[in-house]
């Protein structure tokens, strides 16, 4: 379980630094801050995450769940503002390109995984 844990934060660790070669408002030091930026995006998954989705659910039931990207953008914005000036997004369009993004890694790298894991 532990493990799980950490290979989770490394992973989007991982997707993080990904997204800052991608993107070039996106800006990241090192795999150090990667790997804050994902604890910290982790602890605000479980407490804010959860509080902005029962506030803004109509809006998100009748754009089909889009608005999630937003609520990741939001929590993308919240975690780089915690962190300081080794963790940069240039606005919040970028931020919600970066949640779109990293949405899709986290798939792929987790299926890898995944996938490897059970073979």
């Known amino acids: 379980m532990?493990?799980?844990?950490?290979?989770?934060?490394?992973?989007?660790?991982?997707a993080l630094l990904i997204v800052a070669q991608l993107m070039d408002s996106f800006h990241l030091d090192g795999f150090g801050t990667a790997l804050l930026?994902?604890?910290?995006?982790?602890?605000?998954n479980?407490?804010?995450?959860?509080?902005?989705?029962?506030l803004t659910l109509p809006i998100t039931?009748?754009?089909l769940g889009f608005f999630l990207f937003v609520i990741n953008a939001i929590t993308l914005m919240i975690a780089q503002s915690l962190i300081g000036p080794s963790?940069?997004?240039?606005?919040?369009?970028?931020?919600?390109?970066?949640?779109?993004?990293?949405?899709?890694l986290n798939v792929i790298l987790n299926k890898l995984i995944k996938d490897t894991l059970t073979t």
């Open 2 to 14: 532990i493990k799980r844990g950490i290979l989770s934060l490394v992973l989007n660790a991982a």
């Open 37 to 44: 930026a994902s604890i910290i995006l982790t602890i605000l």
């Open 46 to 54: 479980m407490i804010v995450k959860p509080i902005l989705v029962i």
């Open 61 to 63: 039931i009748l754009s």
């Open 87 to 104: 963790f940069v997004i240039d606005g919040f369009g970028a931020a919600l390109l970066a949640a779109i993004v990293l949405s899709i």
